[in-house]
């Protein structure tokens, strides 16, 4: 597919949007955004407003057959990612979709085949691919600063929220996220580690809910194997004290190891027989805008998106891998 000009419309402008991606797709070459959806109808007005963008919606369906928009970014929760993403795919507009793709891999599978059938793309908002510290970190490894790749471990310990409104949060409502924060927060995680060492061959995994605040997991264990050899390990826990809060991903090899989190700002931190050694980077305003950047260039037929909606989906299957005893017993 081939696109001289984006003309972008968003279905969902809510809190993701106002600084993580909508701006984006207006600073971007070639790239803008021409109308915005929310089912608010005042709030939807009011973004459209604040961003200077021309229109607003109440009615997905009426922004998905705007004639002028030629592509669609869903920024709804996961619950609805498959709905808008196939009527947007049907309407012959290629789609950009927030992560994770769905809540399920069956929905991630329906995707792929109507982006097939359509001949629409569906590229999935998985960022971190383009952030200056991550692809250091394959620049490491791809150089072979770090030797032979042996290991990769996760951690992430975050506070639990406050027990008396933890269970409103969409976030932790399996039927909307798809899973608990493990979907909303891993998801990130192990997309990245498809990106450094590609599909997963085998996983385990164990997922408990020990605090009760609600009903999905928040306590996850995890091995597996990619289909390079390294083996990883991953540890999620959503209710410890702040105290013990921790986000690394530490990858070891034969002549070192590397290190960096996910989700606070951080240097990524390489430590060899000559010593430690840190890098640090800047991260762009919009925290998404180079993947925009990215994406717009593929739908102008210049260069490959490094986000998919097949590596995206690869992450839905292993998130749902990992947690699926759980929810069998839930």
Request: charge should be negative.
């Given at each position: ?45 009011d ?5 200077n ?16 928009i ?14 808008y ?9 290629p ?67 406050d ?44 997922a ?49 190891k ?7 700002h ?22 998404s ?23 995206a ?14 929810y069998?017993k839930?």
């Amino acid at each position: 597919m081939k696109l001289e000009t984006l003309k972008w419309g968003i279905i969902g402008c809510g809190d993701v949007t106002e600084v993580k991606s909508g701006p984006a797709f207006q600073k971007t070459e070639n790239s803008a955004l021409v109308a915005v959806m929310r089912r608010n109808a005042e709030k939807a007005e009011d973004y459209a407003k604040r961003h200077n963008v021309p229109k607003w919606y109440a009615d997905a369906e009426k922004l998905i057959n705007d004639p002028e928009i030629n592509a669609i970014y869903v920024a709804t929760p996961p619950g609805t990612h498959a709905e808008y993403a196939i009527k947007a795919m049907r309407a012959g507009k290629p789609v950009y979709v927030e992560k994770p793709m769905a809540t399920s891999y069956a929905e991630c599978l329906e995707m792929l085949k109507v982006s097939k059938e359509s001949g629409m793309p569906i590229n999935v908002a998985y960022y971190r691919r383009t952030l200056p510290a991550y692809l250091k970190v394959k620049e490491l490894i791809e150089n072979g600063t770090l030797g032979q790749i042996l290991t990769v471990s996760i951690t992430l310990h975050k506070a639990a929220e406050d027990p008396s409104t933890a269970k409103d949060n969409w976030r932790v409502d399996p039927k909307i996220a798809g899973g608990g924060l493990f979907y909303d927060l891993a998801s990130h995680q192990l997309d990245y580690l498809d990106f450094l060492f590609g599909s997963v061959t085998e996983v385990n995994g164990i997922a408990r809910n020990q605090a009760g605040y609600y009903t999905a997991e928040d306590t996850v264990s995890a091995i597996f194997t990619f289909e390079n050899g390294v083996t990883g390990t991953g540890n999620w826990c959503f209710i410890v004290d702040q105290s013990a809060e921790q986000d690394k991903i530490e990858i070891t090899g034969t002549k070192g190891k590397v290190s960096l989190p996910c989700f606070i700002h951080g240097d990524v931190e390489l430590t060899t027989a000559t010593g430690t050694e840190h890098f640090s980077f800047q991260n762009p305003e919009n925290i998404s805008h180079n993947l925009v950047k990215n994406l717009v260039k593929s739908l102008r037929g210049e260069e490959l998106c490094v986000s998919t909606g097949e590596s995206a989906a690869r992450t839905n299957k292993i998130l749902e891998e990992i947690v699926r005893n759980y929810y069998k017993k839930s």
